[in-house]
């Protein structure tokens, strides 16, 4: 990706006004870039396959086809676009829905404009995002739990859990490493199964609040 250009953001919910007011803050960056808007999961779907977006930024309560659906469609379809959640409820299993459908980051929607557009360049970037009234509940006992069982690591599996927290894809881990993609997919299953993580940003949360950092 060139980040030299504009990022290129798609927005997603079936609220005239929120949409509205998404459009507004975008404007005030110049580093941020509307692509389009969607008003349900079905139409994000059409427009992520005909606009290609960098980021989308995903409602989740939507009317027929919701926002956990449509992640998952969008993230097997086109892996490389990065999508943000943005919802009014941070339950917690809401939240892993997301995470596990493939949404890089999760934010409540009463998140201000700069926290906003910091969230999207850092998922942008490969680095999660997750609202701190989130954050609390899903990683309050997990450091602790996660901190004990990172001493089983392999010396190869903390080096492939840094490099998640610096953001890399499977690919680039394996180009970085010089191993095979599968290699780094059973590496990495590992790591998530050693550290209780649900997924790849979890699994990343908890690498920085336990200072694996490339």
């Given at each position: 990706m060139?980040?030299t250009?504009?990022?290129?953001?798609?927005i997603?919910?079936?609220?005239?006004?929120l949409?509205?007011?998404?459009?507004?803050?975008?404007?005030?960056?110049?580093?941020?870039?509307?692509?389009g808007?969607?008003?349900?999961?079905s139409?994000?779907?059409?427009?992520c396959?005909?606009?290609?977006?960098?980021?989308v930024?995903?409602?989740?309560?939507?009317?027929?086809?919701?926002?956990?659906?449509?992640?998952?469609?969008?993230?097997?379809?086109l892996?490389?676009?990065?999508i943000?959640?943005?919802s009014?409820?941070?339950e917690?299993?809401?939240?892993?829905?997301?995470?596990?459908?493939?949404?890089?980051s999760?934010?409540?929607k009463?998140?201000s404009?700069?926290?906003?557009?910091?969230?999207?360049?850092?998922?942008?970037?490969?680095l999660?995002?997750?609202?701190?009234?989130?954050a609390?509940?899903?990683?309050t006992?997990?450091?602790?739990?996660?901190?004990?069982?990172?001493e089983s690591?392999?010396?190869?599996?903390?080096?492939?859990?840094?490099?998640?927290?610096?953001?890399?894809?499977?690919?680039e881990?394996?180009?970085?490493?010089n191993?095979?993609?599968?290699?780094?997919?059973n590496?990495v299953?590992?790591?998530?199964?050693?550290?209780g993580?649900?997924?790849?940003?979890?699994?990343a949360?908890?690498?920085?609040r336990?200072?694996?950092?490339?």
């Open positions: 060139d980040q250009k504009p990022i290129r953001v798609l997603v919910d079936d609220h005239d006004m949409r509205e007011g998404l459009t507004t803050f975008l404007s005030a960056y110049p580093d941020l870039k509307l692509v808007e969607a008003s349900s999961g139409e994000s779907i059409r427009q396959q005909e606009l290609n977006p960098d980021i930024l995903m409602d989740l309560i939507m009317p027929e086809m919701g926002g956990v659906a449509a992640i998952e469609a969008i993230h097997q379809a892996p490389m676009i990065r943000i959640a943005l009014s409820f941070g917690e299993d809401l939240v892993r829905a997301a995470m596990q459908a493939g949404a890089t999760y934010l409540l009463n998140v404009a700069n926290r906003l557009a910091d969230a999207i360049r850092s998922t942008f970037s490969g999660p995002t997750v609202s701190p009234e989130i609390s509940k899903l990683f006992e997990a450091p602790a739990r996660s901190a004990q069982n990172a690591l392999t010396q190869r599996e903390v080096e492939v859990l840094e490099l998640i927290a610096g953001g890399l894809t499977n690919d881990i394996s180009l970085k490493l191993l095979s993609k599968n290699t780094v997919k590496h299953s590992s790591i998530l199964g050693k550290l993580a649900g997924n790849r940003t979890e699994a949360s908890l690498a920085h336990l200072n694996f950092k490339s």
